[in-house]
């Protein structure tokens, strides 16, 4: 009994000992050697307006009230529809113009090789 107990510690022990060899002989490949390159971009904002709609309305509501102070009968009519068309454009490119203006600068980062 005393040799079994002998065989089995020894067996025991020899596997004990061969994890931590095993476990130090794998090899990671070298680290590459690379280093780290920062800029700072300048990054459009996304707007909330994305087709302006609240440039044109206005525009065209401005547009049409001082359309209509102009003329009389029928040139009314017709000075108020173009105030409003050329407003609607002129607030979409006014809205457009500040949105444009909406930006903010982003620092970027990313590892180059040597």
């Known amino acids: 009994m005393k040799t079994r107990v002998s065989i089995l510690f020894v067996v025991a022990w020899a596997w004990a000992g061969s994890g931590p060899a095993l476990a130090q002989s794998s090899t990671s490949p070298p680290p ?4 780290t390159v920062c ?3 300048v990054v ?4 909330k307006d994305k087709h302006q709609i609240a440039g044109m309305a ?3 509501v401005a547009g049409g ?3 209509n102070q102009v003329g009389g009968g ?3 009519t017709i000075a108020t529809v173009a105030g409003a068309a050329g407003g609607a454009y002129a ?3 006014v809205q457009e113009n500040q949105q444009s203006k909406n930006t903010h600068v982003e620092r970027r980062c990313r590892e180059v090789p040597n």
Not at 32 to 35: C, E, F, G, L, S
Not at 44 to 47: N, V
């Open 39 to 41: 800029e700072d971009v």
């Open 65 to 67: 009230l001082l359309g």
């Open 44 to 47: 459009q904002d996304q707007p």
């Open 74 to 76: 029928k040139g009314k």
């Open 91 to 93: 607030g979409k490119k």
């Open 32 to 35: 590459k050697k690379t280093h």
């Open 58 to 60: 206005i525009g065209g």
